[in-house]
């Protein structure tokens, strides 16, 4: 019997028909009306809802998590929670589109710097309710006053339809949030104009053909196509001569190959500022990301809960977060420091028993480990490694600095300060100064300690921290997933300093000329919040790697975000107070 030989075909060929048929529908993508896109959404929401179980618990699953894991909720709620949400977010500006009304419902104020703030969050009943307490607000670049604001919105809009000219982008997906992909996507398709030709990453292509079913309704205009591919075929695809825009979610070396070039090649053309790949190229490339703990009156409970907050920040999804907590600044000879150290090993070791699925993570580790200078281990189970906690004026400082590592590690900095104002100034210097990239950094304050700074100086302070998103008593994953808040690095970067990133996405309110978000949560959640007469219905959140629930409440609130409803709302505030 003849051995047949197996021949691989050529991906290429593939490519090339996809990017053929894109080049051939971008310019009709480019002038479809208004009504036909938000149908469109529409038929991606009933496309989707079939397939959220299957891509959650997929997803799930290749990253190691037992099936009745309430980690299992995080699948739930950054993958098919944040496109539903996203398709809502894009439906409700695209139908008040005309004259840009929905601008009359973004109440603006004047922030102590001058420049402007638009109230994005909550914007809906349901966002109070849900959400209750949280708040976002959009600083807008110098310049943007209420008065112009109509200037920076939905640009892309201005342009009649007849006269709009379409392009051909290749999004690069990323490898560890599912719905990083889809929601890049989005930014180009609604925002921008644009076809895109979307390569998953192969770390988490095994979601490929759910977004193709999710997504079909795109794919079937022509306006999309899904493909697989190594490191190879992204190469070949950003060089490709149909190509016309990349966005990139991934690390700073990736996108400076593909702009200048490898090696010896790069750094030269980085150097002459003379690009290897000319296309226009926007992005978001992670951080090392700080946690300031600024000094207050404490109590035991604060102590637990924000535990559990920082613990969240590192090893939400296991650490494979660009927007992971990485350094933690505390001040030194605070009485509460120590504890909150312990509460935060404690929440780690019962509640973050999870493998590091990422490729890699080992080796970053290990060399996190062997850069810092004896580096503490805080145990989380057996098989499971440690998170590696490192002083990050010990060992390789400015290594420990300058690189992300993407994996369960810490570095710890402590700094003086006479007082809560004067060390939370220094603390966000030195993060400015000290820390690579802008995306996002979190600020864990007591509401006293805000009312003895006065809210006008803590504004003040907040204008000098230079990241894309700030959370105060909150995380800026949180920012993540609410889809008006615009998600990238802070304004200003360039191809020859890209920092974190150039360029926004998500951002559904459509506003141009944004420079960074600030997203604010309740200190305590409910009803312990009740003593200190702080009414909201928050309890703790289902983001949290402590929330016992999370996996119920994710599939409640996609379910939700499909078709809102009240008589959906009990089952959510049941599970949302036993989480």
């Not at 593939?14 to 036909?36: F, N, S």
């Not at 638009?118 to 307490?133: A, K, M, Q, T």
């Not at 599912?178 to 095994?206: C, G, R, T, W």
């Not at 409970?301 to 924000?306: E, G, K, L, S």
Request: net charge positive; charged share 20%; proline share 7%.
């Amino acid at each position: 019997m003849k051995h047949q030989s197996t021949i691989t075909p050529d991906p290429r060929a593939a490519y090339d028909a996809d990017l053929e048929a894109l080049d051939a529908a971008k310019h009709a993508w480019a002038r479809t009306p208004v009504a036909e896109r938000i149908a469109l959404l529409q038929a991606v929401k009933d496309a989707l809802m079939p397939v959220a179980e299957g891509w959650a618990t997929t997803a799930a699953r290749k990253k190691r998590l037992a099936p009745d894991s309430p980690l299992a909720g995080e699948e739930w709620i950054s993958g098919p929670y944040a496109v539903m949400g996203m398709c809502n977010g894009l439906m409700q500006t695209l139908s008040q589109l005309e004259g840009k009304a929905y601008l009359r419902h973004l109440p603006t104020r004047r922030l102590p710097n001058g420049q402007t703030a638009v109230r994005v969050v909550p914007h809906s009943i349901w966002d109070r309710l849900l959400l209750s307490g949280v708040k976002a607000d959009i600083w807008m670049q110098p310049g943007v006053t209420p008065a112009t604001l109509k200037n920076h919105a939905a640009t892309a809009y201005d342009t009649p339809p007849e006269k709009r000219v379409g392009k051909v982008a290749l999004v690069l997906g990323a490898g560890n949030i599912a719905a990083i992909s889809p929601l890049d996507a989005f930014q180009k398709l609604f925002l921008e104009h644009q076809v895109v030709l979307l390569k998953m990453n192969p770390v988490n292509d095994y979601l490929t053909e759910y977004l193709r079913a999710a997504l079909k309704p795109l794919i079937d205009r022509d306006a999309l196509r899904i493909v697989k591919g190594d490191g190879a075929a992204g190469a070949y695809l950003t060089h490709h001569p149909l190509v016309e825009e990349i966005h990139i979610t991934g690390a700073r070396a990736t996108h400076d190959g593909i702009v200048w070039g490898t090696g010896d090649e790069g750094a030269r053309n980085k150097a002459a500022g003379t690009p290897k790949n000319p296309r226009p190229m926007t992005s978001e490339l992670g951080a090392v990301c700080p946690t300031i703990v600024v000094p207050g009156p404490w109590s035991a409970a604060d102590i637990r809960f924000q535990a559990e907050h920082i613990a969240t920040q590192k090893l939400h999804n296991s650490g494979f977060n660009c927007v992971a907590v990485q350094s933690l600044v505390l001040p030194r000879g605070w009485d509460k420091a120590e504890p909150l150290m312990k509460e935060v090993a404690r929440v780690m070791a019962e509640h973050a028993r999870r493998e590091a699925y990422y490729p890699g993570a080992e080796g970053r580790m290990a060399e996190f480990a062997e850069r810092a200078d004896s580096e503490q281990q805080f145990d989380r189970g057996p098989n499971v490694p440690p998170c590696y906690v490192a002083d990050m004026e010990r060992g390789d400082s400015e290594w420990l600095k300058q690189h992300e590592v993407f994996a369960p590690a810490l570095g710890v900095k402590h700094l003086d300060g006479t007082d809560a104002e004067t060390y939370l100034c220094a603390a966000i210097a030195w993060a400015n100064d000290k820390l690579y990239g802008t995306l996002g950094g979190n600020i864990l304050i007591h509401p006293a300690t805000i009312r003895k700074i006065g809210h006008t100086r803590f504004e003040e302070i907040l204008a000098e921290f230079r990241y894309g998103t700030i959370a105060i008593n909150a995380w800026t994953g949180l920012g993540f997933l609410l889809a008006p808040v615009p998600w990238g690095g802070f304004a200003g970067a360039t191809l020859q300093n890209v920092e974190s990133g150039i360029g926004t996405v998500h951002n559904s309110f459509m506003l141009d000329a944004t420079e960074r978000t600030v997203v604010e949560a309740p200190w305590s959640p409910f009803p312990r919040n009740l003593l200190s007469g702080r009414f909201t219905l928050l309890p703790r959140p289902p983001w949290f790697i402590t929330n016992r629930r999370q996996h119920k409440i994710g599939r409640l609130l996609t379910r939700f975000q499909y078709k809102p409803g009240w008589l959906k709302l009990p089952r959510i505030f049941i599970h949302a107070l036993l989480g």
